[in-house]
Nanobody, 115 residues
């Protein structure tokens, strides 16, 4: 059983930055992949960024060049660096870990981009 706890969300002005963290209760080295998803009010949850166990990454088109996903296996932590934030980035951001057999989710952290 893996527990994921996100942190780092908050209110930021357009153009600002935030770094989200996702701390796992167990080792993440055996995970097949990890990712950050988001869900805005009235919209479906979408994958924002993913990272495989080998380190390869993929991003939603709208965040390419602004967001960076990374993982620190020694700290069992996943990160999402978000720069040049826009109002349309406002959403609840969720951390996800896929073991190859099962998917685990965090409880989410709110990111609000507003002047």
């Amino acid at each position: 059983q893996v527990q994921l706890v996100e942190s780092g969300g908050g209110l930021v002005q357009p153009g600002g930055s935030l770094r989200l963290s996702c701390a796992a209760s167990g080792s993440i080295t055996s995970s097949r992949s990890m990712g950050w998803h988001r869900q805005a009010p009235g919209k479906q949850r979408e994958l924002v960024a993913g990272i495989s166990n080998s380190g390869s990454t993929n991003y939603l088109d709208g965040v390419k060049g602004r967001f960076t996903i990374s993982r620190d296996n020694a700290k069992n932590t996943l990160y999402l660096q978000m720069n040049n934030l826009k109002p349309e980035d406002t959403a609840v951001y969720y951390c996800e870990l896929f073991t190859g057999l099962r998917t685990y989710w965090g409880q989410g952290t709110q990111v609000t981009v507003s002047a």
